[in-house]
């Protein structure tokens, strides 16, 4: 059979806007390898997702970000960029083992001191955070246990103020979004998740909602993106 080797495809394309509109960043390409090398998923954001996450912010002119779901700190490196050296990241993050790898990447990449990494299950920090009665989050990635995406964005409401950003990252799932998941499969409880969290970004009346679909080096996936009315 004929193999279309020669027809591009989204991961080329993703290889050549990194190639035209990305600096170098040989520190933030090790971080990568680094998490890979210490065995952790391959799931984190693209190299072009990330610089939009970091444009989003400055865009926002976020001073305070939360991210739940840190894994090697490659999403947080960007956000902690577009906060600038003025700003703040904090990073809620279950497994120890991940914290580790960020906390080393994190320093790798020069953005150590403007990041605080949250060891512990995401709900527990967020309540924590709540009881701490800081200054309230400028925006909000959402970026870890599916399952748990509508209370994830309840309670960034809470956390945020109006005019604060939400994103929330993997609401497409290759189409899987589109019908309710077995509740007995991880994979269906993630996509039920997802579709609860989508469920609250259209209900909420404090939120203001749309999504976009994306392709590239991670196949086909989608942000949604939300802000706080
Ligand atoms: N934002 C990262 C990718 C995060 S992957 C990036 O794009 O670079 C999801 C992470 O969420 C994993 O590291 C996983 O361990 C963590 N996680 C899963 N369940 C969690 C929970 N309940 N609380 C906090 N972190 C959790
Ligand atoms: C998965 C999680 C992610 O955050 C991601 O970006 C891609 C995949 C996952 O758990 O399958
Ligand atoms: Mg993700």
């Keep these: ?9 989204p991961a080329d394309v993703d ?3 990194v190639e035209k509109l990305l600096a170098p960043e040989p520190e933030m390409a090790k971080a990568r390898e680094r998490a890979h090398a210490a065995g952790l998923p391959h ?16 865009i926002a002119g976020a001073k305070r970000v939360l991210e739940i779901g840190t894994l090697g700190g490659y999403s947080t490196t960007w956000l902690a960029r577009g906060v600038g050296p003025g700003g703040h990241v904090t990073t809620c993050e279950y497994e120890p083992l991940h914290a580790r790898v960020a906390a080393d990447n994190l320093a790798a990449c020069g953005v150590e001191d403007r990041v605080d990494i949250r060891i512990g299950a995401a709900l527990d920090t967020l309540d924590a955070l709540l009881a701490e009665g800081g200054e309230p989050f400028d925006l909000i990635f959402i970026d870890a246990d599916k399952e748990n995406n509508g209370h994830y964005i309840d309670l960034a409401i809470t956390l945020g103020r109006t005019g604060s950003v939400i994103v929330v990252d993997n609401v497409v799932r290759e189409g899987a979004v589109l019908r309710p998941g077995d509740p007995l499969s ?44």
């Design 15 to 17: 290889k050549y806007l």
């Design 186 to 229: 991880e994979a269906g409880r993630m996509v039920n998740g997802v579709r609860q969290g989508i469920d609250v970004l259209g209900s909420n009346p404090r939120l203001d909602a749309t999504a976009l679909q994306t392709v590239g080096a991670k196949g086909w996936d989608g942000f949604a993106l939300a802000v706080i009315r």
């Design 1 to 9: 059979m004929e193999t279309s080797a020669a027809l591009p495809g």
């Design 43 to 58: 799931i984190e954001v693209s190299a072009v997702q990330g610089k939009f996450l970091m444009l989003l912010a400055q």
